[in-house]
């Protein structure tokens, strides 16, 4: 199994980005994936999940900004992040889960199964 994470880059205040996690020798339809991040000095955070039967949750810092989504033929799951802000700067990694729904979205994501390999976001003010 791989998730290949890509997407990151740097971008100005206000900007948007979007975040890609292919994955392969897995389906991701049949699992939640999940979206975390992990600043300098900070413990990694959860900010989005998408469970299989495509619903997306958020954590209340992106909760309007980022909408999490997935393209099944492609075997590919997305984060549109519009409206980026400073504090939004770290490495975002995604993450499958061996359940098909999302717990503990805004959580540290111990206990997801596969990891891909993250993608530094950086925003700057």
């Known amino acids: 199994v791989q998730l290949q994470a890509s997407g990151g880059g740097l971008m100005q205040a206000g900007g948007s980005l979007r975040l890609s996690c292919a994955a392969s020798?897995?389906?991701?339809?049949?699992?939640?994936t999940g979206w975390f991040r992990q600043a300098p000095g900070k413990e990694r955070e959860g900010v989005s999940c998408?469970?299989?039967?495509?619903?997306?949750y958020y954590s209340e810092s992106v909760q309007g900004r980022f909408t999490i989504s997935r393209d099944n033929d492609k075997n590919t799951v997305y984060l549109q992040m519009n409206d980026l802000k400073p504090e939004d700067t770290a490495v975002y990694f995604c993450a499958t889960d061996i359940l098909p729904f999302c717990s503990d979205v805004s959580g540290n994501g111990d206990g997801r199964n596969h990891w891909g390999q993250g993608t530094q976001v950086t925003v700057s003010s």
């Open positions: 020798g897995l389906t991701l339809r049949y699992y939640a």
């Open positions: 998408i469970s299989s039967d495509g619903n997306g």
